[in-house]
C-alpha cells in the first residue's frame, strides 16, 4: 500500500475495516460461498425501522457482469452503489457519493474497473462515439491518455475516476473522513484486484 493510502486509512479506521470486510467477501465470492447473504425478511424490516448504514459506496461499470453486491458477498444495506457505462463519474453519481459521505456516513468509496469494459475497448479503438457517450469517451480518453495496452487502460481509468471523485469530496467533506480507493475486477475469476500501490 503507498504511503498516501496508508496514512487516509490511518486517519479513517472505518475505512480500512470496510476494506478487509470487501477483500472478504470478495473471497468468499472467488471461492462460490455466498449464500448466506442478509436479505431475509427480519434484515429488510430492520433496515426499514433503523435506515441505512452502508459501509461503502461503489462506482462500477453498468455492465451486467459486474454485480457489487455479489462481487462483494454483500446483503441488504451494505453497499451504496452507482454504475454507469465506463464507470465514469457525471452530475448524477457526483450527486450519490456526496449523499452517501454526508449524509449517510459512508467511509470508502471504491471505483471498480473491469477486465473486458465495452467503453474502454470503445474509446481505445478510436471509433467516433456520438450523443450521450460522448461523454464517456471523453473521461476515459482523459483518463488513458496515450495508453495503448486495454488492461492497463481499465486500470488508469479507475485510477483517474477515484482520483476525481477524491477531489470533488473534498469540497464537501474534511480529509480525515473517506478514503477513496480504485480497483479492477476480472470478470472470468471473479476476484478484485484494489490498487493501493
Ligand atoms: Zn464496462
Redesign the pocket.
Known amino acids: 500500500m503507498n504511503q498516501k493510502l496508508r496514512e487516509a486509512f490511518a486517519r479513517c479506521p472505518e475505512a480500512a475495516e470496510a476494506l478487509e470486510k470487501l477483500k472478504a467477501g470478495n473471497a468468499r465470492f472467488v471461492a462460490g460461498k455466498t449464500q448466506e447473504l442478509p436479505r431475509d425478511s427480519a434484515r429488510r424490516e430492520s433496515l426499514a425501522r433503523e435506515g441505512q448504514y452502508p459501509y461503502a459506496f461503489l462506482l462500477t461499470?453498468?455492465?451486467s457482469r459486474?454485480v457489487p453486491e455479489f462481487i462483494f458477498s454483500a446483503g441488504l444495506g451494505e453497499l451504496f452503489v452507482t454504475r454507469a457505462?465506463?464507470?465514469v463519474l457525471g452530475t448524477s453519481i457526483l450527486a450519490s457519493a456526496q449523499y452517501a459521505a454526508q449524509d449517510l456516513g459512508a467511509k470508502l468509496f471504491v471505483v471498480l474497473?473491469?477486465s473486458?469494459?465495452?467503453?474502454?475497448k470503445a474509446t481505445l479503438s478510436g471509433e467516433e462515439l456520438s450523443g450521450a457517450l460522448a461523454h464517456m469517451g471523453q473521461r476515459i480518453r482523459a483518463g488513458i491518455g496515450r495508453e495503448t495496452d486495454y488492461l492497463r487502460a481499465v486500470e488508469l481509468n479507475a485510477r483517474a475516476e477515484a482520483a476525481d471523485l477524491a477531489a470533488r469530496l473534498l469540497k464537501y467533506c474534511p480529509e480525515q473522513t473517506l478514503v477513496v480507493v480504485p480497483a479492477v475486477y476480472d470478470i472470468e475469476t471473479g476476484s478484485v484486484r484494489f490498487l493501493e500501490d
Open positions: 461499470c453498468s455492465d459486474v457505462a465506463g464507470n474497473g473491469h473486458q469494459c465495452g467503453g474502454v
